[in-house]
């Protein structure tokens, strides 16, 4: 009678994984996470880069991300293990080095990322209370994100719905004070054709300045690939929400930013912290403005919090990951017993935050640029890098691991998405070289981990125990 | 009877599988269920400490999560081999207690067993327990294992 069925021959609903995530849930997912980042937090800088004509850097900035997207979806398809870059680029270098190098890179992105968006955050909510010092309100901010991660209360795919729903209401906001503002016949057009060529500079320079910010505004789509493996039907409906959803929130982008530059002078806008509440700050709806005022930077900060809460979930499963391979030290791994989560990681990642954040604050002053601007360049920097090599990795990969499912990118436009992730590249290091200290910083958090536990891993182990092998202590059951 | 053995792939659901065993009549019990329940939001959606650990290490690189939870599933269900009633693994996503709940009544079990993780404050003070929520809305009897309790240190 004794019988052990195994997940492979067992009955009906055994076997894999009960997924649980459609593609309209994805696809929510996809559009909260990308547009809680951008462009509630520095649509006003854009738009000091490029002048009256921005939108067209987020078209731009929107397209290339777009495209890069759909070789993250033709590798999803192919190898839907929630691992992302790093996978990807394994499978197709077998590098130990670059497949760290990607690793780091993607964990410091998400760390930069984590404060300028915090710092985005304190910036609307001094519009509400304008008290305490923003660098206290940032610190406070991550800490409660990384007590909720701990808690570990953002697991409900609905509570993620809910937040891109607001996120969205917030942009519909701006553009329908955009449309009135067309409709009372105050609009003047030639403000979307005017470009910040001040110093001499050319649009497409101006344009180029811009794209580069404005890509921190797509960013935050790799992480869907965190959920690929529990998508329904990831085949057919993972490509579909995650372009799709890159689409609409480029399109949602281009429009705001229009309605933007039409309603609000752009040197206010560049001179805004919280740019667009600018724009409902004109008054141009026959709603009080006050309440439109509070409402809106409730929302932006609702926006805000979301996509910073998926970058505070990645960089502890990062860690926990490195961790596994013996790459970093090994307390990463540790498991709080009753909430599941990573605390060693989520404590982690909170103290490099908040010494970003308090480092950013002190130091720009000196450099001229403001924190938010750094962290986003340095975000940009980041994922530019890993986004060309995920370019390079899906051609690389071509003819491997097919099948007739597999979701297949187009080979000329992944080409035209790797010359603009380089050219942007190129560019942003170009005109902002102070960006690569920040990043080397980054990297070497990174690399000091691989340190301590290349030099001191072995210790804790007893002796004629391998790298890597369970010693009774972690394995035993009492 | 149909007995669902709940695993969040720690050590402590083991010792809860190892409990039912210790008391249950295997002649009573038709069917063991084994579930792991991947979390996908979560910062870690599954942490296996029940698998050595370089085979936890090849799970995370060839299979991500979902493999870990399979080899922490296989684990619970190798203890009961040969125990005498069939065993299944059943791997699901989603929020542990709901999947655990739905689980119970979708394979009408007879009993749910649950580890409850912590012995800290952290237990009593922070809500949402996934232990205590099958407790309250599971659609049968349930199990919950607690830790040992920890020896006291007399203070002088």
């Keep these: 009678m004794a019988e052990t069925s195994t997940t492979a021959e067992d009955d009906q609903d055994t076997g894999g994984l009960r997924r649980s995530i459609t593609g309209r849930q994805l696809f929510f997912y996809t559009l909260g996470d990308v547009l809680g980042s951008g462009i509630y937090v520095l649509i006003g800088l854009v738009a000091a880069a490029v002048g009256g004509a921005f939108w067209i850097a987020f078209g731009v900035g929107v397209t290339v991300a777009a495209i890069t997207g759909t070789a993250y979806a033709e590798l999803v398809t192919k190898y839907p293990q929630a691992a992302g870059a790093a996978l990807y680029v394994s499978k197709a270098f077998g590098n130990k080095v670059l497949t760290f190098l990607i690793t780091v890179s993607f964990l410091s992105a998400s760390f930069a990322a984590a404060g300028a968006l915090a710092d985005g955050f304190s910036s609307y909510f001094a519009t509400l209370w304008a008290g305490p010092p923003a660098l206290l309100v940032t610190l406070l901010f991550i800490l409660v994100l990384t007590i909720i991660n701990f808690i570990g209360i953002t697991e409900s795919v609905v509570i993620n719905m809910v937040m891109a729903f607001i996120e969205i209401a917030g942009l519909i906001i701006v553009m329908i004070i955009g449309i009135w503002y067309i409709a009372q016949g105050n609009a003047e057009f030639a403000t979307l054709t005017e470009f910040e060529t001040g110093d001499g500079t050319s649009p497409a320079v101006a344009i180029l300045a811009g794209v580069a910010l404005s890509f921190f505004a797509m960013t935050g789509f790799e992480n869907t690939a965190n959920v690929a493996e529990e998508t329904i039907d990831p085949h057919r409906s993972f490509p579909r929400s995650l372009i799709g959803g890159m689409v609409v929130a480029g399109v949602i982008y281009v429009l705001v930013s229009m309605a933007a530059a039409l309603t609000v002078s752009t040197d206010k806008l560049a001179g805004s912290e919280a740019a667009l509440l600018e724009v409902v700050q004109t008054g141009i709806l026959p709603i009080s403005t006050p309440f439109m005022t509070t409402l809106f930077s409730v929302i932006a900060m609702i926006a805000i919090t979301n996509t910073t809460l998926v970058a505070v979930v990645t960089q502890p499963r990062i860690l926990y990951g490195m961790a596994n391979e013996d790459v970093v030290p090994g307390m990463f791994s540790k498991i709080h017993a009753t909430r599941r989560s990573p605390w060693v990681g989520l404590l982690f990642s909170a103290v490099v935050v908040a010494a970003l954040l308090v480092v950013g604050t002190l130091v720009p002053k000196v450099e001229g640029a403001t924190l938010i601007e750094r962290l986003s360049l340095v975000t940009v920097l980041f994922l530019l890098f890993i986004y060309a090599l995920v370019i390079v990795s899906c051609l690389k990969l071509r003819g491997r691991d097919e099948s007739e499912k597999t979701y297949r990118a187009n080979t000329p436009l992944l080409l035209v998405g790797l010359v603009g992730n380089l050219a942007i590249f190129g560019w942003s290091v170009y005109d902002d070289p102070t960006s690569l200290i920040w990043c080397a910083g980054l990297l070497a958090v990174g690399v000091v981990l691989f340190l301590v536990e290349y030099l001191f891993g072995k210790r804790s182990r007893p002796p004629g125990q391998e790298r890597g092998e369970a010693t009774p202590e972690t394995r035993g059951v009492s | ?156």
């Design chain 2, 1 to 156: 009877m149909h007995v669902i053995v709940a695993t969040d792939g720690s050590r402590q659901s083991l010792r809860a599988a190892r409990h039912l065993k210790s008391f249950a009549d295997p002649k009573k019990i038709t069917d063991v269920s084994v579930i792991a329940v991947t979390r996908p939001l979560a910062a870690v959606a599954f942490a296996d400490e029940l698998s050595p650990k370089d085979r936890r290490k090849a799970d995370l690189e060839a299979g991500g999560f979902k493999k870990a939870a399979e080899s922490a599933a296989a684990v619970i269900a190798a203890e009961f081999e040969g125990w005498g009633p069939k065993v299944h693994q059943r791997l699901r996503s989603g929020s542990p207690a709901n999947e655990i709940i739905k689980a119970a009544q979708q394979l009408g079990a007879g009993l749910v067993v649950v580890a409850s993780g912590g012995r800290g404050l952290s237990d009593t003070v922070l809500v949402g327990s996934t232990a205590q929520r099958v407790q309250h809305y599971a659609p049968c009897p349930v199990l919950v294992v607690r830790p040992n309790p920890r020896p006291r240190r007399k203070k002088s």
